[in-house]
T-cell receptor, first 114, second 114 residues
Framework: GENVEQHPSTLSVQEGDSAVIKCTYSDSASNYFPWYKQELGKRPQLIIDIRSNVGEKKDQRIAVTLNKTAKHFSLHITETQPEDSAVYFCAASISSGNTGKLIFGQGTTLQVKP | NAGVTQTPKFRVLKTGQSMTLLCAQDMNHEYMYWYRQDPGMGLRLIHYSVGEGTTAKGEVPDGYNVSRLKKQNFLLGLESAAPSQTSVYFC?????????????FGPGTRLTVT
């Protein structure tokens, strides 16, 4: 079945450094790739997403890149701040049927040390 | 505009008891989803619905039932709770126009089964 692998599971950086989280997906027909941020005890919230007709998307300090050939996409956070500390999830759309279903990676716990 | 709401926020059940979790959304979304979140396992889809009166199984449906009698509500039932169902449960909803879109999550229900 469909699968999304996310690495690393934990990431610790110094404030001001960059952080990169990587995901690979198995369904070659997936066409929507969102990233969610979940702070402790809160709900997941979308921070950025990308569709398969675009290779890169940026929003201030956050960027996502997509390599369809390799079935690989990554989240890049520059100039990290303590408030970036959270769990980040990648996801990929499931192509079979018009259901809007997403399959999520296992999550990355990002710690930004002041 | 409350978005997606869930009740209750917390619940403790004894093995074998039953309960229903309620999800409500006021965004007129067609698609709704129930996930469970366990440490290190990301968000796993339990059941989903693509419209009023329709439901379908997700990745981990065993031990759960759902109903979508009204477009704005999606109920998750546990008929005979087991300790393995101790988890945080999230409901989500999304638009349905041509493919996958952002899923909006509720605040979650923390369930403990003893």
């Amino acid at each position: 079945g469909e699968n999304v692998e996310q690495h690393p599971s934990t990431l610790s950086v110094q404030e001001g450094d960059s952080a990169v989280i990587k995901c690979t997906y198995s369904d070659s027909a997936s066409n929507y790739f969102p990233w969610y941020k979940q702070e402790l005890g809160k709900r997941p919230q979308l921070i950025i997403d990308i569709r398969s007709n675009v290779g890169e998307k940026k929003d201030q300090r956050i960027a996502v890149t997509l390599n369809k050939t390799a079935k690989h996409f990554s989240l890049h956070i520059t100039e990290t701040q303590p408030e970036d500390s959270a769990v980040y999830f990648c996801a990929a759309s499931i192509s079979s049927g018009n259901t809007g279903k997403l399959i999520f990676g296992q999550g990355t716990t990002l710690q930004v040390k002041p | 505009n409350a978005g997606v709401t869930q009740t209750p926020k917390f619940r403790v059940l004894k093995t074998g008891q039953s309960m229903t979790l309620l999800c409500a959304q006021d965004m007129n979304h067609e698609y709704m989803y129930w996930y469970r979140q366990d440490p290190g396992m990301g968000l796993r889809l339990i059941h989903y619905s693509v419209g009023e009166g329709t439901t379908a199984k997700g990745e981990v449906p065993d031990g759960y039932n759902v109903s979508r009698l009204k477009k704005q509500n999606f109920l998750l039932g546990l008929e005979s709770a087991a300790p393995s169902q101790t988890s945080v449960y999230f409901c989500a909803s999304s638009y349905s126009t041509l493919g996958a879109y952002e899923q909006y999550f509720g605040p979650g229900t923390r369930l403990t089964v003893t």
